[in-house]
């Protein structure tokens, strides 16, 4: 006696053979996939995929792909991630809400001031007088 199996839709067959579908776990209300918080931790840290990408070495579509289609993480960029992103990996994972401070600041205007203050001394003038002239700028026309 022969067994065959017959699938239920054609996703469930893969070459002849009969493949499990993925298994998904709905959410509880307020929980947010892992893609979603990856993204709004990378935000929150003032990232575009593409920079957060170069910070860790990776290609910005494999960012993409985390940030859209992947369920998880693999476990050997947690640490990676949770340091680039100056997070704990509990948070990055969701296991711990991310702490908030009440205090907002633009990360990516602080990296820019680091980049800034590894220039030589003249370079760092110049940017200098540039934003004293600019900020001097927006004050007079928020007092007129």
């Not at 990996?89 to 820019?112: C, H, I, S, V």
């Amino acid at each position: 006696m022969e067994l065959k199996i017959l699938a239920y839709n054609r996703h469930d067959v893969m070459e002849g053979e009969f493949v499990m579908p993925k298994k998904t776990v709905p959410l509880k209300e307020g929980e947010e996939h892992f893609g979603e918080r990856l993204a709004r931790l990378r935000k929150a840290a003032g990232f575009s995929q593409r920079e957060l990408a170069a910070e860790i070495n990776m290609s910005n579509r494999m960012i993409a792909y985390y940030e859209t289609e992947a369920a998880r993480l693999p476990i050997h960029l947690l640490p990676t991630l949770a340091k680039a992103l100056k997070v704990s990996a509990d948070e990055l994972m969701g296991l711990e809400r991310t702490k908030k401070n009440g205090k907002t600041q633009d990360t990516r205007l602080w990296r820019r001031f680091s980049q800034v203050e590894k220039l030589p001394p003249p370079k760092r003038k110049q940017i200098v007088q540039i934003l004293d002239a600019f900020l001097g700028s927006e004050k007079g026309k928020k007092a007129g």
